[in-house]
């Protein structure tokens, strides 16, 4: 067992490796010394042979994965999670094992370690004299930004985004440490330089994109934007998600579309945060009257990130006024939208099999909400908010599929009860029949017999 943890290991030298055994994830050597002070686990030892000797030993419950994982990635760990790939019953010799997942700060699906109402971002940076690539992704939203700025825009720019982790290269890990030290929790992670490489990124995005060329989106002259957005899409990789669930398109943001504040003007205005430290002391509270958490994640981007393009916002002011202007409308939408669920995390957690029969439930809850929405707007459209309501198709087939297989109030996890519908699989009455009456079974089958 110890072999197979050597290897596993050495394959993940700079991640702590949590170690399936049994009921327990399980640590050893240097990571069960780290883990014992970051997670006040109590540090053992345990004898492993004439050859090993004592080793240290700290571990916790399977059950209690999600809480140390957002633990740990909060205090700017990653953590390579290695599951048992077979029962350990039916197993000959050890267990087979592997890491399943490796899990940090900018790519977390927990939700201790998620604020519903704000992007948890990943971020790399490519750092240039004069211009920067940066992009940025939220793998629980599926959204994917890239661009270039000036160079003197970049502490700005990172700081609106609050990102939760951000890659670059080894050399410039302490200008992105200088850059980010007004955030409270931003962990910095260090990359290879060749991740970076132009040629090395551009193959990264063009297999991605499963296309030719990055012509289409913009990119052929954004150099540093294909650096950064390249070495971030290896990243996610390296952890075991599929960026292709996660990140199914890739947009180019304008320097120039958005407004660059300052931390000071920023602190100054108390924009998201108060210099008293009380919440309810800024902007972002007395505006936020959002009924949705992808509403309020919004928001909170607009406030950080103003336009500077009069179009836009004339754009926007008309689609407020649409609103304003009938009060009717805004409240019943209002009221539907307050019964709906964050469809973003949900389809994100759906489509990286994390989900639980109780969030595939919500999912199809809120897209029945969708003919209720589009019968509001029923003759009182308007050219303001016609690209969304033209968005508003509801997937009938998803809704049926899952009202067809899930109870309308199912367990929070496939194994701790009927979760399926009964006659969706007469395979499976026919257990829970045995299951129910077994006895019974038992005296009918022997008599048919």
Known sequence: ?????????????????????????????????????????????????????????????????ENYLSKMTRAGYRVAVCDQLEDPKLAKGVVKRDVTEVVSAGTTFSGSMLDERRNNYLAAVWMDENQCGLAYADVTAQEFFTGVLPARELQSRLLSLEPAEVLCTQEDVESVRAILATLKQCTVTSAPRWQFDENSAERTLTGHMQVANLKGFGLTQMQPAIRAAGALLFYVKFLHMDSNVLLPDLRVFADDAELSLDPGTKRNLELVESLTGNREATLLHVMDRTRTSAGGRLLRRWLLAPLRDVNQINRRLDAISFFVADSVLLANLSELLKSSHDLQRLLSRLSTRRASPRDAVAIRKTLDLLPKIEKLFHLKSSESVADQLAALKQPRDLVELISAILVEDPPLAVGDGNSIREGYSPDLDELRHIGSRARTWMQEHQESE
Do not use: C, W
């Open 1 to 65: 067992m110890m072999k197979q943890y050597k290897e596993i290991k050495a394959r993940y030298p700079d991640v702590v490796l949590f170690y399936r055994m049994g009921d327990f994830y399980e640590m050893f050597f240097e990571d069960a010394v780290l883990t014992s002070q970051v997670l006040g686990l109590t540090l053992t030892k345990r004898n492993h042979g004439r050859e090993t000797g004592d080793v240290p030993l700290a571990g916790f419950p399977h059950h209690q994965l």
